[in-house]
């Protein structure tokens, strides 16, 4: 299932900005893993999105707690799965598919 994650950032601090490197490094293990397709900030700058894709929801909220930010509750998120039925000739198959690498990323997490 595909889902968009909204962020949002707690009010912008040193801390914040500090940590920013952490986030990127969780985003990237997370691209690599093929789970997260497509992110970026929002253009307020206050957060971002993210456009992923896990078996479940709840496969998803395991890795959204996992982020540093959160963690460190600098970072609230919302979930929102969507099945898309139409596309872009542009993007790939792949992305409809229902199966993926999640499960070799939870296994190993």
């Known amino acids: 299932m595909l889902h968009i994650v909204i962020s949002s950032y707690t009010?912008?601090?040193a801390e914040l900005d500090a940590r920013m490197p952490e986030h990127l490094?969780?985003?990237e293990t997370y691209h690599r893993a093929g789970c997260f397709l497509l992110s970026g900030s929002k253009s307020t700058c206050d957060g971002g999105i993210?456009?992923?894709?896990?078996?479940t929801r709840?496969?998803?909220v395991e890795?959204?707690?996992r982020d540093p930010l959160r963690r460190l509750g600098l970072l609230d998120y919302e979930i929102m799965g969507f099945a898309p039925n139409r596309r872009a000739l542009a993007l790939t198959?792949?992305?409809f598919l229902s199966?993926?690498?999640m499960a070799q990323v939870l296994e190993h997490a």
């Open 58 to 60: 709840e496969e998803l």
């Open 25 to 27: 490094a969780f985003l």
């Open 50 to 55: 993210v456009i992923a894709q896990t078996r």
């Open 63 to 65: 890795i959204m707690e």
């Open 99 to 101: 199966k993926g690498k």
């Open 93 to 95: 198959e792949e992305l």
């Open 11 to 13: 009010p912008r601090s």
